[in-house]
Every structure is written in C-alpha cells, then in structure tokens.
C-alpha cells in the first residue's frame, strides 16, 4: 500500500476498507493487519422484573500472511446474569443465573486470481452448553469482477448438560449450507442475495423451561436480500436489509433494517438505524391459558408425561420487535478509529405484522452499549 | 424432499440474479469502483457488532442466521 506523509481521512478509510474479508472486491488479499476490541454492555426488562445482564468484553484480530492469505481470528466472553422466566413471561418464580461464555472462532483465506476459499472453526463454551463447528466457504468473481458468486458449506457439534440434570450428555447436530450472489450494478449501488439451509437434529428444548419438549429435529431456510447506495451529493451511504425466514417447528419471520451512513467533517460518521422484526409462533406454542384443574404453567388437556410438543417459550410465540440505533464513529488518523454505538429494543405480541400477536405476554425491552476502537498495523 | 426444496430455492435465486446481472445496465468499469471501496458500501459491516447483534437477536427471537455457515451454537436459545 502507498503510504502519503499527510493521509486523509479518506484515504484512512479506503484502507480500512482494503482490509475487511469477504468484501465485493477481495480478489486479492489484505496487505496490512487489523486489531478491533470491542465491550458490550446489555441488558433487558419487562415491567417488575429486571431480566438478562451481559458484559462482553472481545477482539478481533486480520493477519495478512505470505502475500496470498490471511488469518482471522476473534475471542469473546459473555458475562451472563439476572433472572428469566420459566414459562411465558411470569415474573413469580423466574429463574436466577449467572454464567461465562467464552467463544472464539478461527479462518484461513487464501486468494486466488478468481476468488477465494476459506477454511473456518469456531468454539463456544459454558457450564452447560459446548458448540464445535467447521466451516468452509469459496468465492468466484466473474470476469469483470462485477459478481461474485458464494458458495459455504458448515457443520456444528454441541453438548448438552444442564445443571438441573433434567437430561444428560444431550447433543445436537447442524449442517448448513450457503449460496449467494453480490453483484455491482451501478458505481453507486451494490447488492447481495443469499440463501442458507440449516438441517439439525439433537435436543432442541429449553431445560430451564417448565413445560417445554420441542422436536429433536428443526430445519431452517433463509433468504437474505441487502442493498447499498452511495449518495455522493450528501456525502452518505444507506444500507437495506430483508430477511426472510421459516423453520420446521412453523415459525415464519421478515426482519427489516435500515442504516444511513452520514460523513461529517473531521472524520465523524454518524449513523442511525432502524430495525423491525415479526414472527409467527411455532405450532407448538401455547398462549397462557392454563388447564382449569392444572393451573399454570400447564396447557388446557395437558398429559402428564404424554409426548406432545408444547412450550411456552416468548421466544417462540408471535409478537413484533423493533430496534432503533445511533452509531458515532471516528476515524482519527490512518491507523487508528474509535466507535460508540446505543440501541434501543422492544418487543410485544400486538406489533406483529401479517397476523395476530401471541396475547397476554409483556413486552420485553433491552438497551446495549458497545464501545471500540480498530488499530491498523 | 425438504433438500429438494432447497435445491429448488437455489436454483431459482440462481436464475433471478442471473436475470438481474443481465438486464441493461452496462458494466460497472474497474476505474468507476471509487465508492464501492468505502467501508459503509461493503455489504458486511462491523465484525464484532455484527457478532454481538446476531447473538443477541438470537437469545431473544425464535429466527437466526441468513449470512453465514459454521457459527457455533450456545446455550442462550
């Protein structure tokens, strides 16, 4: 890379750019290093009670090695605590935990005159829980360099142990696979389509959930369509997403998100975001309406020890969720940037879109903080 | 059937952006690429947030994925 004495803030930029993977224009291989830490600060609520806290602490470090290849690598920990509710959203008897999660993942790159292959591998542990997974993926630039095909195939391995033993030495088992396509359409408009298709059997249920028992086997399709646009003029990018996606347990879901990427003097970038989320329910969820002799949690008709699949997971009910975000960065020289980042989410069963809401659940609501810089080297 | 499914669902994204790349727009030339190199035009973002947000939707909403192949699972969903 040719390095002026005096470099812009654009020129710090373009480099930057120069060395993220899996970009449009990645025929070749980055030629300097990149170091990003990040920390994360979240938690949620529902009206009287203060739920899930995380501190997450992370880095991510690109090493360009031999001309042709580089080596990313990234190390996190969640720091998980607070309170969860066994069924629906009940506040009296919710769970207490406090866990770490340590996750790490690993990929080689190699470049080649018409696209690249990456080898990936990635870990994830806690007390309870143990994810391995492989991964491989390719990419072909066509002649022109204006698309370029995707193509990834991945697997994973997790183990299963809940401190409350209601199973043991549990497993589950994905393969996944990818196929996409980003393409150059304008100098000032970039899009990508991507398919993904997860297939995976195991233990799919929540143990710390009362009344809980999923199939062991979830298929999982996505469609994912992103769209960028420069606006020269205004000095500003915005990024389109939609996703589009179903699963075997009859869970449908479209999430929308926007960004407007604005540039500002002296190296600010100032971007807001919005994101909206709806999902059908799973066809095994129930609402909280309990059997008149039972009582909750259980279901109206619910046999004791029969094999119906039910759960009253929120997460699998109907509802809408909507994100809103403020992004500050600055770049303040080449090689170094800083970012802040607030997001504001909440979650209820009356904002679904395309159909009725699961009632009687309260909104969930979650505020995270992330703050990092990125060192080029 | 359900891979079957899917080769149909590959074939035809195949087909659409094959019908899309194709349509009248002229190529885009190496020296008008200026933009597209901006970090805010690449099609992935920030790989750590992107790590954080893609976990965390994930321990809150019953969909995932979309982008990827091999992430590792956890015990949050």
Known sequence: ?377 | MKTRTSIRTVLALCATVAGLSGCALPPVQPWEKGQLARPDMLIQGDGLATRFNEHIYASKEAASGGSAVGGGGCGCN
């Open chain 1, 1 to 377: 890379m040719d390095h002026n004495k005096q470099p812009s803030v654009g020129q710090a930029l373009l480099a930057a750019a120069m060395l993220l993977p899996a970009l449009v224009h990645a025929e070749t291989a980055p030629e300097r290093g990149a170091i990003s830490v990040k920390y994360l600060d979240y938690r949620e609520d529902q009206p009287g009670l203060d739920r899930i806290r995380v501190h997450a602490p992370s880095i991510s470090v690109l090493a360009p090695v031999a001309g042709d290849w580089a080596i990313a690598a990234s190390a996190t920990t969640d720091d998980v605590s607070g309170a969860s509710p066994r069924y629906h959203t009940a506040v009296s008897g919710a769970s207490r935990m406090h866990d770490l999660r340590k996750a790490g993942d690993v990929s080689v790159t190699r470049y080649r005159p018409g696209g690249t292959i990456s080898l990936g591998a990635a870990f994830s542990t806690e007390h309870d829980y143990r994810s391995r997974a492989l991964s491989l993926q390719g990419t072909v630039d066509s002649e022109d360099k204006n698309t370029t095909w995707t193509f990834g195939v991945g697997g994973s391995d997790d183990a299963i142990n809940p401190v409350n033993r209601i199973v043991a030495n549990e497993g589950r088992q994905t393969v996944n696979l990818l196929a996409g396509v980003t393409h150059v359409f304008t100098p000032l408009d970039i899009g990508q389509l991507t398919y993904t298709h997860s297939s995976g059997h195991g233990y799919y249920s929540d143990p710390y959930k009362l009344v809980d028992n999923r199939p062991r086997k979830r298929d999982q399709d996505t469609l994912l369509a992103q769209w960028n646009h420069r606006f020269v003029g205004l000095d500003a990018t915005s990024r389109l997403s939609y996703r589009y996606y179903r699963d075997s347990f009859g869970v449908s879901a479209h999430t929308l998100s926007t960004e407007w990427v604005q540039s500002l003097a002296g190296g600010w970038t100032f971007t807001p975001s919005l994101r909206l989320y709806s999902q059908r329910a799973a066809h095994f969820y129930f609402d909280p309406v309990y059997g008149a002799s039972t009582g909750a949690p259980f279901p109206p008709g619910y046999v004791f020890g029969g094999a119906a699949f039910t759960s009253a997971d929120q997460r699998l009910s109907g509802f809408g969720a909507v994100t809103a975000g403020i992004k500050v960065a600055k770049q303040i020289d080449q090689d170094w940037s800083v970012d802040l980042k607030l997001e504001r989410y909440e979650q209820r069963g009356a904002w679904r879109a395309f159909g009725d809401g699961s009632p009687g659940l309260a909104p969930l609501r979650a505020t995270s903080v992330q703050i990092g810089f990125t060192r080029l080297w």
